[in-house]
C-alpha cells in the first residue's frame, strides 16, 4: 500500500524563509500527500504566506509552546490512517526536490524504521551540513554526530542515529502518537532526540538518509529567534539535559539527581568562569531551578515506561565514546584558535628597543635603590615594615578588630589586601617584597609604559619615549623617595591598567584582568577613583556595545571598599574615603605651578635643594625645572594640533583629570596627625597627570614621523634631567626611605614583646598644643596595620577616651593611678618619640613627668626615643574579636574572596568562543556565523 | 573627534575636494589645539592663584585636667663659694650663711625639708636647699594646688658682696642654664638639686661663645637621692666669657642652678642666684628688666675693661646649625621712656653676648623672637658708689588664668607683669595674708607694681601674663627671679588619641 505523507510545516515569524521552503515542497518530485501549515504565533506576514500556499489546514499554535506542541496541535484536527508518515518541517526547512522522494525510499526498505531524518544543509551554503543525526555523550549531553562539514558524500554511508533533527523529519505517524509526540517540557533543544530515543527504546529504528537534504539555518533552540546569546542557549540546553536526566534515570537514582542539581550548578559555573563566560552563570542556575520546580517530569517518565520495550544498553552503542567526544572538543579549540585573528602588528620589543630601555632603567633603579638589595626590610616616609609572618599579614585584613591607636573594631583598608598577597610573595619574610618593589621598580614601570604605548603606537621609538617618560616620572621617582608604596605600586600598574581596559572591549578575561588591576590602583591609592570612573564612564560611551564587559571592571573595587564606604558614610566623613592609605605622613602643599611640573612636594623635584646646595639665586630652580620639562610638555599639547586627535583628546583629559585630583586632594586635609592635619599627598594624581601627558607625547611623536626625532629626543633627555636631584638623593641615602632590620620599636619592647605578643607600648608624641597618644600592640605597628578608618576619625570613642585620660595623666604630675591602669591596658613600655620644633617643651613635660613617675622604671634614649618601661602583670588587654572572630565579618571575608575568585578565574587565559546568530538577522540570509568575539 | 583616517577615505575623492577638506581639518585641529591649550594654561593659573578652599578636619583631641596630686618645689638653698671660711680647700664649696625661705600654698600644709647631703657640707642644715611639698587637698579633690616659695640672701662677706633671690621650682629633667662666666674675677658654680628618692644621672652640653664646649666629666654626674652636687663650671672650661649650660637627667629630676660671684681685683662685683630659663622657644619673654641708676653704672665703667660687664647685656643661644634671624624688643614698662630694637642674625651652636647700649633709667621687658628655637637671658647690673651687684634675668614661661607666686623675704620688691596679648588684661592680686587689689596691664605692655616682702599672692582673671619680682636694696644691690605657672607638669594637656 502506498504510504501517505502528511507534510507539517511550522512557521514562526519565518516570513524571510517561508518563500523558499514553501516553494521547495511545491517542487518535490513526490509531493506530500497533504500540508498542514501551523502558524505558531507569528507576528510578521507568516500567516498570509502559509494561507498563500493553500495547505489542507492552516492551524494556530500558542507561541513558545515550542516545535512539538505545534505539531500536536495539527494532528490533534486530523484522523489517522494506516501507513501514514508525517513529514516534519519548520519554515526554513527547504528541501531539495527529491528529499521525501529518497526519505520515503529508506523506510519502505526496512520496515522496522520508524523515524527517518534528512541531512540539514546550511541554508545558504547548501554544501555544508549544518547537522546529521544526534547522539548523546556518556553523560547524557546531547550533540550532533556530524556538523558544520562540508559535505563530500564522507557520511553518505552513515545511517543508524540515536536520533535526528525535527527538521525534515520523517516519522511514522502511528508511532509518534504510540509514544506521545514530543516532551511537552522539551521545546525546542533535545526535543527531536528525545523522542528518537523514546522511539529506539520502544523497539523502532532511526535512520539519517544521506541523499535527503533539508536547509536549516541552525538548531532547533534558534527556531523563531533572530538570534540566541550563548547564555540562553546554554540555559535551553542544560534544562533539556537535566529533563531528561532526571526522566530517564532509575527510580531510585532521581531524588539523588535531583538533589545535585543546585551543587552541580554551583560547580558549574566556576568552570564558566573559569572559561571567560560569566554570563552563563545565570543561565546554569536558571536551568537547575527549572529543573528542580519541573512538574512534568513524573508525567514523561510514565510516559516513557508505558511505551519502552528495550533496555537503555540497546542504545549504549549509539552514543558516542568518550574518546571521540574529546577529540572533537580538541578539534574545535584547534578551529577557533586557527581563525582567530591575527595581532595587529606593532613594534617589536627587542627590535623596537624596549629592551634596551627596561635594561637601563633596571641598571638606573639599581644604582639608586641597590644599596637596599641586602635589607630586611624599608623603613622612613611612609613606609614601615610590614608584618613579619604571612599569618598575622592576612589577619589584618577583613572587618574586626584593629591595633591602631586605641585601638577599634572596623573593616580593614582594601591596601591591606594589597599588602597581604605582596608580603605572601614573599613569605619567608614578609617585608622583602618591598624591598623588591623598589629594586624592580624602574625595570617594570618601564616595561609596562612601553607595552602599553607599543598598543597605540606604529612606530618603534615612540615606546621608548614612553619608557622614558614614565620610568623619570616625578612623582614616581618622588614616591620612592617618600616610601608612598602605594603610589608606587600604582605608577606601575596604571599602563598595564589602561591596557587591559582598552583590551577588556573584546575579551572577558582582559576586563578580568582591568576590573583586579583598578581594584589593586584604588586599594593603593584611593584619590584617583572618582577620576578612574570618569574614564571609564567616557570609555563605556565610546564603546557601548562592550558595556557589559566594562561596566563590571569596578566591581571587584567596590566589593572590596563597600565595608569601609558603609563605615565612613555612617560617620558622615566621605571624605575619608580619599585618605592615602598606609602610615599618614605630613606632606608640604606644593602650589599649583610646581604640581603642573610634575613636583609632589614644595622644592621642584629636588632641584630647589640641589641649587640651594650648591649657591644658585633662589629664582634658578624654577627655570631648570621649567627648561627641562618644556620638549615634554610641548609635545604633550603639540598632540592636539596633529592628527591622530581621537587619542590626544582623552589622553590630555585623563592629564587633565590627573592635575585636578591632584589640586583638590592637597586640599582635603583628612588625614590626621595628632594635632595637624594632612592632604592627600598629589603625587597620585600627578602619577595620572603624567600617563596622559605621555600618551599625548606619543601621539604627538606617531603624527610627526621622522621630525619628532629632536623634539623626542629632547623630551627625554629634560626628563632624564629633572629626575636628578631625586635619583641622586637616593642612590646616595639621603632620602626618607632607609633600609631596616624589620623592627618598629626599641630593641628593648621587641625582645620583651617576642615572648608576650599582646604587650603595649603606650607612644606619646609631643604636640605644639598637647600630645599625640597611641598603643602598639607586640612587635609595633606595622604598613599592613595602618588604617585609614582610625586616621580620619574625628570622633573619640570609649577606647580613645579611656587611652586619653592615661595619657593625659602620664603625661603631667598626677596622683592618677597610673599603674593599675596600665596592667587593665597590658601596657608595659611608655616611648617619646623626638618631637618637632614646635613642640620641644610639650616634649620636657612629658619626660618630666614620665621620670618622675615612680611606677616607670626609665631605660634611656633609644633610636626611636625615650622609652620607659613598666612592670606589667599578666592579662589580656581589652579588645574586640577578629575579623573571623564575628559572622559579619566572615561574612564579609567570604564575599570579598568569592568576588576576587570570580575574577581572577575569569581572568586565567582559556578559550574563545561564538554566539550564534541567525543568519540574515543582521547579514546576508542563510548564514550561521560566530563573531570573533570570544566571549 | 578628528582622525587622520578622514583623509584616507577622501583620497580618492577630486583635488579640490581634497583640499577643502584638509584646510577644514587643520582650522579645527589648530582650534581644538589652541582650546586644549587654554584649558591647560587657564587651569595651572586658576591652581597657582585661586584661593581654592580647603577642607580640614578636626584631629580629635580631649582636654585631660590631670588627677591633683601632691605639689613639690625645691628651693636652692644657701649662697655657696668655693674654699672655706678660711680660704682653704679651694676646691670643696661651702656656704654663706643661710637664705630666708617664704612659702604659701592654696591648700594650707605644707612639709619642707633640708636636703640630707651636699657636696658644701650644708646636709640637714638651714643652708641646705629645702624640698618643699603640698599634699593634695583632700576637702578639694578636683581643685588644682597653688604652692609657692622664694629665698633671698643679702651676701656681705669679703669679695662676696650682693643681693641673690630665687623662688623654689620644680625640678625636671631638661633645663637651660643660660648666665655665668669663668672669665678672670668670675666664679660660676652650678648646683644641681636632686628632691627625688632615686638617683639621678645628669648630662651637661657646655656652649661658649666659641662653640661647643668638650670638657671630661660632663656625662654620668651622680646627684644621690635627696643630695646636692656642687660643680664649678670653670672646672670644665676656664676663660668662657659667655656660658651657657643645657642640664639632662635621667633618673630622679633635678632643679639646677647658677650662682655667679665677680670680683673686680678685690673689690667685690656682686653676686647672684638663678635658675633655668624657658625651653629653646622662637619667642622669649623676660620681664623685669629694672635699671637702677645709668648714672652710676656708667661712672663705675670709667674702671676699666674689668667693668665691660656691667651694661645691660642679652644672651643669646641657638641649639643646631645655621643662622637664626632674630629680631629682639626691649620694651619699657609703664610706657614710659625709650625702649631698644634691633634685628640680628644669631649663628646655631656659639653664644652671643649682645649689650644692650642705651637704656635710660627705668624697668624693661625684653622680648625676643626667632626663625628658629633659641634660649635667652639679660645680665643687669646696679650701682651705689663703688658699691655694685648683678643680676641673671632668665625667660619667664607664659602664666594662664590663675598662678600664685611668692615675695621672698627681700628689700624692695617690685611685680613686673607684662601682658603679650591684644587686649588689657586686669588681674587680681590677693595675697594669702589678706588683702588684694586689681592691676590693669594694657594690651602688649608692662606694668611694674610695688609688692610686700614676705607675701603669697595669688593672680587671677587673666589670660595670660608673664611676671617677674625684682628686689633693690638701695646700696647697689639687686635680685631678680621670675614668676611661674603653678602645678607645672600637672595642668590640663590637650591629647590625641
Known amino acids: 500500500m502506498q504510504p501517505r505523507v502528511i507534510a507539517v510545516l511550522v512557521a514562526q515569524n519565518g516570513a524571510q524563509y517561508l518563500p523558499r521552503t514553501l516553494a521547495a515542497l511545491a517542487t518535490q518530485t513526490r509531493r506530500p500527500d497533504a500540508l498542514i501549515a501551523v502558524d505558531a504565533g507569528s507576528t510578521d506576514g507568516t500567516r498570509e504566506l502559509l494561507a498563500a500556499a493553500n495547505p489542507a489546514e492552516l492551524v494556530s499554535a500558542p507561541r513558545h509552546k515550542g516545535f512539538g506542541a505545534a505539531i500536536a496541535r495539527a494532528l490533534s484536527l486530523g484522523e489517522p490512517h494506516d501507513n501514514e508518515w508525517l513529514w516534519l518541517l519548520g519554515h526554513d526547512n527547504a528541501p531539495e526536490p527529491n528529499t521525501l522522494a529518497a526519505l520515503l525510499g529508506a523506510v519502505e526498505v526496512a520496515p522496522s524504521v520508524a523515524i527517518a531524518g534528512p541531512k540539514q544543509m546550511r541554508w545558504d551554503e547548501p554544501d555544508v551540513i549544518a547537522g546529521f543525526g544526534e547522539t548523546l555523550t556518556r553523560f547524557g549531553r546531547s550533540l550532533s554526530v556530524i556538523h558544520d562539514e562540508l559535505d563530500q558524500a564522507q557520511h553518505d554511508t552513515a545511517s543508524d542515529f540515536l536520533g535526528v533533527a525535527e527538521g525534515g523529519m520523517l516519522v511514522r505517524r502511528s508511532v509518534f502518537a504510540a509514544l506521545g509526540g514530543f516532551d511537552r517540557s522539551l521545546t525546542s533543544a533535545d526535543a527531536a532526540l528525545d523522542f528518537s530515543i523514546r522511539a529506539r527504546l520502544a523497539g523502532h529504528r532511526v535512520i539519517g538518509v544521506p541523499s535527503a537534504r533539508v536547509a536549516s539555518v541552525g538548531p532547533a533552540e534558534l527556531f523563531g529567534r533572530r538570534s540566541l546569546s550563548p547564555a540562553a542557549q546554554n540555559q535551553v540546553r542544560r534544562f533539556a539535559q537535566l529533563h531528561r536526566r532526571l526522566v530517564y534515570a532509575a527510580g531510585a537514582a532521581v531524588p539523588l539527581h535531583w538533589l545535585g542539581l543546585l551543587p552541580i550548578a554551583l560547580g558549574r559555573s566556576f568552570m564558566h568562569v573559569l572559561t571567560k563566560q560569566p554570563t552563563l552563570i545565570a543561565g546554569e542556575f536558571g536551568a537547575a531551578l527549572g529543573a528542580v520546580f519541573d512538574g512534568r517530569v513524573w508525567e514523561a517518565r510514565a510516559n516513557l515506561a508505558r511505551t519502552r520495550k528495550l533496555g537503555w544498553a540497546a542504545i549504549g552503542e549509539l552514543r558516542m565514546p568518550g574518546a571521540e567526544v574529546r577529540e572533537r572538543q580538541a578539534q574545535e579549540r584547534a578551529a577557533v584558535l586557527h581563525t582567530a585573528p591575527t595581532s595587529r602588528v606593532g613594534p617589536g620589543f627587542f627590535v623596537g628597543g624596549g629592551a634596551w630601555v627596561v635594561l637601563v632603567a633596571a641598571i638606573v633603579g639599581f644604582v639608586a635603590f641597590g644599596h637596599f638589595s641586602d635589607a630586611q626590610a624599608l623603613t622612613g616616609g611612609g613606609l614601615v615594615p610590614l608584618s613579619s609572618t604571612v599569618g598575622e599579614l592576612w589577619s589584618h585584613v577583613g572587618y574586626g578588630w584593629h591595633d591602631v591607636g586605641a585601638g577599634f573594631t572596623g573593616a580593614a583598608d582594601p591596601f591591606s589586601y594589597v599588602l597581604a598577597v605582596l608580603g605572601s610573595l614573599t613569605f619567608w619574610s614578609p617585608s622583602t617584597s618591598v624591598v623588591i618593589v623598589y629594586l624592580a621598580a624602574l625595570p617594570l614601570a618601564a616595561l609596562g609604559a612601553w607595552y602599553c604605548a607599543a598598543r597605540f603606537s606604529a612606530r618603534a621609538w615612540a615606546p621608548a619615549v614612553a619608557a622614558v617618560a614614565w620610568t623619570a616620572a616625578p612623582p614616581f621617582i618622588s614616591a620612592l623617595n617618600e616610601g608612598r608604596l602605594g603610589v608606587v605600586l600604582t605608577h606601575i600598574l596604571l599602563p598595564v591598567l589602561v591596557l587591559a581596559a582598552v583590551n577588556a572591549a573584546r575579551s572577558w578575561s582582559m576586563a578580568a584582568v582591568a576590573a583586579l588591576l583598578f581594584a589593586v590602583v584604588a586599594a593603593c591609592t584611593p584619590v584617583l577613583v572618582p577620576a578612574l570612573l570618569l574614564v571609564l564612564v567616557v570609555w563605556i560611551l565610546a564603546r557601548p556595545t562592550s558595556a557589559h564587559r566594562l561596566a563590571g571592571i569596578p566591581i571587584p573595587a567596590a566589593v572590596l571598599f563597600a565595608p569601609l564606604i558603609v563605615q565612613q558614610l555612617g560617620r558622615v566623613n566621605p571624605l575619608g574615603l580619599i585618605a592615602e592609605p598606609g602610615v599618614p605622613v605630613l606632606s608640604q602643599e606644593s602650589t599649583g605651578w610646581q604640581l603642573a611640573l610634575g613636583s609632589s612636594d614644595l622644592g621642584l623635584n629636588g632641584w630647589s635643594a640641589a641649587l640651594d646646595a650648591a649657591g644658585a639665586p633662589a629664582g634658578v630652580a624654577p627655570v631648570v625645572a621649567i627648561v627641562a620639562l618644556a620638549p615634554f610638555l610641548v609635545l604633550a599639547l603639540l598632540a592636539l594640533f596633529v592628527p591622530g586627535t581621537a587619542r590626544s583628546v582623552p589622553a590630555l583629559l585623563i592629564a587633565l583629570l590627573g592635575f585636578v585630583t591632584a589640586v583638590i586632594g592637597t586640599h582635603l586635609q583628612v588625614t590626621i596627625l595628632g594635632a595637624e592635619t594632612t592632604g592627600v599627598w598629589p603625587g597620585a594624581g600627578l602619577s595620572l597627570y603624567w600617563l596622559g601627558l605621555t600618551g599625548a607625547a606619543i601621539v604627538a611623536v606617531e603624527a610627526l614621523g621622522r621630525a619628532s626625532a629632536l623634539p623626542a629626543f629632547l623630551a627625554a633627555i629634560g626628563l632624564v634631567v629633572i629626575g636628578i636631584p631625586a635619583f641622586t638623593s637616593a642612590a646616595s641615602g639621603t632620602s626618607a626611605v632607609e633600609a631596616s632590620n624589620g623592627r618598629l620599636l626599641p630593641a628593648f619592647v621587641s625582645a620583651e614583646a617576642a615572648s608576650r605578643g599582646n604587650l603595649g607600648t603606650l607612644q606619646l608624641t609631643a604636640q605644639s598644643d598637647g600630645v599625640a597618644a597611641a598603643v602598639h600592640r607586640g612587635q609595633g605597628t606595622t604598613l599592613d596595620e595602618q588604617s585609614t578608618l582610625a586616621a580620619t576619625d574625628t570622633r573619640l570613642d570609649r577606647a580613645d577616651r579611656r587611652l586619653g585620660v592615661l595619657a593625659g595623666n602620664i603625661s603631667s604630675r598626677s596622683g592618677f593611678d597610673v599603674a593599675s591602669e596600665l596592667d587593665a591596658l597590658q601596657i608595659g613600655f611608655v616611648l617619646v618619640p623626638d618631637a618637632s620644633d614646635g613642640a620641644v617643651g610639650m616634649r620636657h613635660r612629658l619626660v618630666d613627668a614620665l621620670d618622675g613617675n615612680r611606677s616607670l622604671i626609665p631605660i634611656g634614649n633609644t633610636a626611636d626615643g625615650y622609652l620607659w618601661h613598666y612592670d606589667v602583670g599578666a592579662g589580656t588587654p581589652p579588645r574586640g574579636p577578629s575579623a573571623i572572630g564575628t559572622p559579619l565579618g566572615i561574612g564579609i571575608l567570604a564575599v570579598q574572596a568569592l568576588v576576587v575568585l570570580m575574577t581572577v578565574l575569569l581572568a586565567i587565559p582559556t578559550t574563545r568562543r561564538a554566539r550564534l546568530r541567525a543568519p540574515g538577522a543582521t547579514r546576508r540570509l542563510g548564514q550561521t556565523e560566530a563573531e570573533p568575539d570570544d566571549d | 573627534m578628528i582622525d587622520d583616517d578622514d583623509i584616507d577615505v577622501a583620497a580618492p575623492a577630486p583635488k579640490q575636494r581634497i583640499s577643502a577638506r584638509a584646510a577644514a581639518l587643520i582650522g579645527a585641529r589648530t582650534a581644538a589645539g589652541l582650546i586644549g591649550v587654554g584649558i591647560a594654561v587657564v587651569l595651572v593659573l586658576a591652581a597657582t592663584f585661586l584661593p581654592l578652599p580647603t577642607v580640614k578636619a578636626v584631629p580629635p583631641g580631649e582636654r585631660i585636667t590631670p588627677v591633683p596630686t601632691a605639689q613639690q618645689l625645691v628651693c636652692p638653698g644657701a649662697a655657696l663659694r668655693l674654699a672655706n671660711d678660711f680660704g682653704q680647700r679651694a676646691t670643696e664649696p661651702s656656704p654663706i650663711g643661710a637664705p630666708a625661705t617664704q612659702f604659701a600654698s592654696s591648700s594650707g600644709p605644707i612639709d619642707s625639708r633640708a636636703f640630707t647631703q651636699s657636696d658644701a657640707s650644708t646636709g640637714h642644715t638651714a643652708a641646705a636647699p629645702s624640698t618643699i611639698s603640698a599634699p593634695p587637698n583632700q576637702a578639694e579633690a578636683g581643685k588644682q594646688i597653688l604652692l609657692s616659695g622664694a629665698q633671698a640672701q643679702s651676701v656681705s662677706e669679703a669679695e662676696f658682696v650682693g643681693l641673690a633671690a630665687a623662688d623654689c621650682a620644680v625640678a625636671n629633667g631638661d633645663a637651660w642654664l643660660v648666665g655665668g662666666s669663668t672669665s678672670v674675677g668670675r666664679t660660676t658654680l652650678l648646683t644641681l638639686d636632686n628632691p627625688s628618692e632615686v638617683a639621678s644621672t645628669v648630662t651637661l652640653e657646655l656652649f661658649g661663645e666659641s662653640g661647643p664646649i668638650v670638657a671630661p ?273 600637672s595642668t590640663p594637656i590637650r591629647v590625641y588619641s
Request: glycine fraction near 12%.
Open chain 2, 217 to 489: 666629666g660632663t656625662s654620668g654626674i651622680i646627684v644621690p637621692p635627696n643630695g646636692q652636687r656642687v660643680l664649678s663650671l670653670a672646672g670644665f672650661k676656664r676663660d668662657v666669657a659667655s656660658p651657657v649650660v643645657h642640664v639632662m637627667s635621667t633618673g630622679g629630676q633635678i632643679l639646677a642652678n647658677l650662682q655667679q660671684s665677680t670680683v673686680r681685683g678685690l673689690a667685690p662685683g656682686g653676686f647672684d642666684i638663678f635658675g633655668p630659663t624657658t625651653s629653646p622657644s622662637t619667642e622669649n619673654v623676660i620681664p623685669g628688666l629694672l635699671v637702677t641708676d645709668v648714672v652710676e653704672v656708667q661712672n663705675l665703667q670709667v674702671g676699666g675693661e674689668s667693668f665691660n660687664d656691667l651694661p645691660p647685656s642679652l644672651r643669646l643661644f641657638a641649639p643646631g646649625e645655621g643662622t637664626v634671624a632674630t629680631t629682639v624688643n626691649v620694651v619699657p614698662e609703664n610706657g614710659q621712656g625709650t625702649g631698644a630694637s634691633l634685628s640680628l642674625d644669631v649663628e646655631a651652636g656659639r653664644v652671643v653676648d649682645l649689650p644692650i647700649a642705651d637704656l635710660d633709667t627705668g624697668s624693661y621687658t625684653v622680648k625676643v623672637s626667632s626663625k628658629q628655637p633659641l634660649v635667652a637671658a639679660v645680665r643687669v647690673s646696679s650701682a651705689k658708689g663703688a658699691a655694685n651687684d648683678f643680676a641673671w634675668l632668665a625667660a619667664t614661661p607664659d602664666l594662664s588664668a590663675r598662678a600664685q607666686f611668692t615675695v621672698a623675704p627681700g628689700p624692695g620688691p617690685i611685680l613686673h607683669l607684662s601682658n603679650p596679648g591684644k587686649s588689657d588684661e586686669t588681674v587680681r592680686l590677693t595675697a594669702r595674708s589678706g588683702g588684694r587689689m586689681d592691676v590693669t596691664v594694657p594690651a602688649g605692655a608692662s606694668v611694674a607694681v610695688a609688692v610686700t616682702p614676705s607675701t603669697t599672692y595669688e593672680l587671677t582673671g587673666f589670660e595670660e601674663l608673664f611676671g617677674a619680682v625684682t628686689f633693690t636694696d638701695g646700696n647697689g644691690g639687686i635680685a631678680r627671679y621670675g614668676l611661674h605657672p603653678p602645678g607645672a607638669g
